[in-house]
């Protein structure tokens, strides 16, 4: 009896979860709105400044900015993830760049038909541009994602000028601390903080 009434629960659970993702749907396509639990900074970012910010619901610890992302309901670090946290949020789309876990998690949302989309992080400038297209089309906001590109230029020939002011070029070695594993850690030639370093007139 008590296999059968374990057996019975679970039914009933998946059923509300299948009713529940049914009905988000219905809500999505009828208000062109999402309810998107995102667990990656530089995307909750993105999608403040692509004029979509009401349609997070939920986001990671790392998303501090713009200050409206710190008001929305935390789901945990996006290395350590809280399945319950995020499916308490009713979301129709997590969204993330790929480096997130625990691994169990992930499965988790999957097998409660939470839908999920990567957009790989991006280390240049090509790679920066894509990624504002690319996250456009989620919104149609081609025209913010332009006007966006557009100013990463202007700001990036506005500080090559500014570079060419100074009359030497200091080298740098940078530092990070692992807290989780309390270690310092130098960070190699091949990183974003190399190139943006670069950038600025220094070498790493």
């Known amino acids: ?52 910010g009401d349609q997070l619901v939920g986001v990671d610890l790392s998303s501090t900015y713009p ?38 998690v992930m499965q988790q949302l999957e097998k409660v038909g939470v839908p999920m989309k990567v957009f790989p992080d991006a280390h240049t400038i090509p790679e920066v541009k894509a990624l504002f297209d690319t996250l456009a089309a989620q919104f149609s906001a081609q025209k913010q994602a332009d006007s966006l590109k557009t100013k990463l230029d202007s700001d990036l020939a506005k500080a ?21 594993i309390n270690n310092y850690l130098v960070i190699g030639k091949a990183g974003t903080a190399s190139y943006m370093l670069e950038m600025a007139g220094a070498k790493t």
């Open 160 to 180: 090559a000028e500014d570079v060419k002011q100074y009359k030497t070029t200091p080298n740098v070695a940078i530092i990070h601390f692992g807290r989780v």
């Open 67 to 104: 200050p409206a992302a710190q008001k929305l309901t935390k789901v945990g670090y996006h290395r350590m993830l809280n399945a319950e946290g995020i499916i308490a949020l009713k979301p129709t789309v997590v969204y993330h760049d790929g480096n997130v876990a625990p691994e169990a």
């Open 1 to 52: 009896m008590k296999l059968y009434n374990t057996f019975l629960l679970s039914v009933l659970v998946t059923l509300a979860i299948s009713a529940c993702t049914s009905t988000q749907k219905d809500q999505t396509q009828a208000t062109g709105k999402q309810r998107i639990v995102c667990v990656a900074k530089q995307l909750t970012e993105l999608i403040y400044a692509l004029g979509a």
